[in-house]
Every structure is written in C-alpha cells, then in structure tokens.
C-alpha cells in the first residue's frame, strides 16, 4: 500500500507541475473499461473466426493500458481509454500473446470492446464526443513491450507518441451507437503481415484519436475527468478496483 500510495502522490504532484495548455473538446472512446465486471475482454479473430486470442492480464505479459501526453503510465491501471479530457491526450495499446496461434494468418480483425453505463452503474458510456463520431486509428508498437507495460512518472514521451504514429493497421468510426458493443477493426495487409511475423511470441497494437499528434508537458485533469481514465488519485481508498482483471486466453 506504501509503494501504491507513493506513487500515485508523486504522479499528482508531477502533473501539477506541469505547464498548462488548452486542448479539443474532450472526447473519449472505450472509457470506463478494463474494470472487469460485464465487460468482455478486448479479441483478435483470425481467419474469419477459426482462432480467436482473448487479451491476458499481468503478470502474463498480455496487458491493456494507455499513455498519457505527460508521458505517465500506470501499470496497475488496465483502463484503456482513448482521447483526451480536455488537459491530457490518451493513447492506448493492447498486447497479445500469439504463442498459441498457428501461420499462415490470411484475415484478421481486433475486437475492441467499448463499455456502456448498464456494464457497472457508478460509471458512465465508452465514447463521449460528438455526435457524428471520431476516427480511431490503430497503429504498429515499435516500444519493446516490457518498457510499454512498466510504470513511467512522466516523460514518457517516445512511447506515447509511438502509439499515434508508424504504420497504420486499420481505422473504424466509433460513436455513442457503440457504447456497449465491440468496436471492429478490420486489419489491412500490413497488419496481417505483422502477425504473421510474431507468431509464436507477443504483439502490440496501438490506438488514438489523435493521430500524429505530439506529446507536451501539460497540466493536471479535472477530478471529474479521472474516473473515464481509471486514474484515482483523489481516490486512493478505492485503488484496488483499478488492478488488471484476469482474463482467461483463449486460442
């Protein structure tokens, strides 16, 4: 609890330190997840179907996160939320472990689960934004996957700009017809060939709104924002909820 408490206070006190700036309107997509519950677990089908690869849970390795534009990352938190609240831009990303998985990979399409109100009454939907809806975009992860699931104070800045850039994978619209559904991404050639070449060992995606978009020192979130992102720093009795579920893989 000391070590829980430490850093979550530091964390706080480093944003506070931070130079403020304006962003977007606020925008989320896939907020309130990774809190387990009614939720399911974000998927790869592959070959229409034939496997499907459920995501782990630390310390497995196959983990969901995000990274914020302060370059800070909580690897208790298995939140995944996606945007930005106003202060602080969200990317987030998603490990898979392809130990199980059998070549050659000829389609692909991750499934990412984006949450409504009726999944846990004391939160609220996945996507809040404009009406017409957003982009999101789903990147390659070049950070090697122990750095992109290890706790960062802040700074963090090439791996949360690595999550927003690189090789595109795929895009899909994401809007409020979403909240309580999979939000499917058909994955392009590029994709399908990143598979195939880690088949046997772990692969990550990344996901923004904000495609390209470069991470600044940027001041501390509204408390009220804290709750879409899974970040509880006013709320240190309630920490336990944000440790990752255990979700069993399924091949």
């Known amino acids: ?63 969901t996160g995000w990274w914020d534009s302060s370059g800070f990352h909580d690897d208790f938190n298995p939140n995944y939320a996606t945007g930005n609240d106003g202060t602080f831009y969200y990317n987030s990303y998603f490990v898979f472990d392809l130990g199980g998985v059998s070549s050659p990979i000829t389609s692909a399409t991750l499934q990412i689960y984006n949450p409504t109100a009726l999944d846990n009454p004391a939160d609220g939907n996945g996507y809040f934004g404009p009406s017409g809806g957003t982009t999101v975009s789903i990147y ?12 960062s104070l802040g700074g963090g800045f090439s791996v949360f700009n690595d999550l927003d850039s690189g090789t595109l994978y795929g895009t899909q619209t994401a809007s409020a017809a979403d909240n309580g559904q999979f939000i499917n991404f058909t994955l392009g050639a590029a994709g399908i060939s990143a598979l195939n070449s880690n088949i046997g060992r772990q692969m990550a995606f990344g996901a923004t709104v904000n495609p390209g978009f470069v991470a600044a020192p940027i001041a501390v979130p509204e408390p009220s924002s804290l709750a879409i992102f899974g970040t509880g720093f006013l709320a240190l009795a309630g920490f336990g909820a944000l440790r990752r579920r255990k979700v069993q893989q399924a091949a």
Do not use: C, H, W
Request: charged content about 10%; hydrophobic content about 45%; overall charge neutral.
């Open 1 to 63: 609890m000391r070590k829980v408490l430490t850093r979550l206070l530091a964390a706080a006190g480093l944003m506070l330190a931070a130079s403020s700036a304006a962003y977007a309107t606020p925008i989320t997509v896939f907020g309130y997840s990774g809190f387990g519950g009614t939720q399911p677990a974000p998927q790869l089908s592959l070959n229409g179907g034939a496997t499907v690869v459920t995501i782990g849970s630390y310390p497995s390795g196959a983990d």
């Open 140 to 151: 390659d992860v070049t950070t090697p996957i122990a750095t992109l699931e290890s706790f």
